[in-house]
T-cell receptor, first 111, second 115 residues
């Protein structure tokens, strides 16, 4: 799997949009961008994924640059419950399917 | 999304005993399940990939005789930590994926403490 680079930590004020960047400059054409988050002492939670188009669901939006070398996860109105470690992962859909986790971004939502 | 459960959620055992952790996909059939371990303030580390009806594939450095994995049905995989030692104390997390689907879903984790 291609490697990703994320900031170690970020702060965001409650109620504001949280924008989490991820660099994946060596991504291959058939690799998807996935985002998961892990709240303390829980298993990771799937958030969203995409290939090249921007995606939105009830949790977040995913913006992928045209060259696909980077992406941004957007939590539109962050709450205290969004405090977690956010993992950006790139992987090929279908083949092997194992996920190799990096260090992620520790997001602190401030009251 | 799909639901994956783990049992027990936490377990304390004595050194030298074996502990079995169950991972179940509750509303889908999982052809592939994965086992991870996580130490405090560290990221998840993949231990092995488990395919229904076949032997698990272990990551480099993971002892297959120490961590026995059985994926006997499409909804259940078990991880047995044999002859547990204090250094095996960790947070063990499983995940499951349905054939042809894109997303891997994770269980809530099992916290193991070996005394």
């Amino acid at each position: 799997d291609a490697k990703t680079t994320q900031p170690t930590s970020m702060d965001c004020a409650e109620g504001r949009a949280a924008n989490l960047p991820c660099n994946h400059s060596t991504i291959s054409g058939n690799e998807y961008v996935y985002w998961y988050r892990q709240i303390h002492s829980q298993g990771p939670q799937y958030i969203i994924h995409g290939l090249k188009n921007n995606e939105t669901n009830e949790m977040a939006s995913l913006i992928i640059t045209e060259d696909r070398k980077s992406s941004t996860l957007i939590l539109p109105h962050a709450t205290l419950r969004d405090t977690a470690v956010y993992y950006c992962i790139v992987r090929v859909k279908g083949r092997d399917d194992k996920i190799i986790f990096g260090k992620g971004t520790r997001l602190h939502i401030l009251p | 999304g799909a639901v994956v459960s783990q049992h027990p959620s936490r377990v304390i055992c004595k050194s030298g005993t074996s502990v079995k952790i169950e991972c179940r996909s509750l509303d889908f059939q999982a052809t592939t399940m994965f086992w991870y371990r996580q130490f405090p303030k560290k990221s998840l580390m993949l231990m092995a990939t488990s395919n229904e009806g076949s032997k698990a594939t272990y990551e480099q450095g993971v002892e297959k005789d120490k961590f026995l994995i059985n994926h006997a049905s499409l909804t259940l995989s078990t991880l047995t930590v044999t002859s547990a030692h204090p250094e095996d104390s960790s947070f063990y997390i499983c995940s499951a994926i349905q054939r042809g689907k894109e997303t891997q879903y994770f269980g809530p984790g099992t916290r193991l403490l070996v005394l």
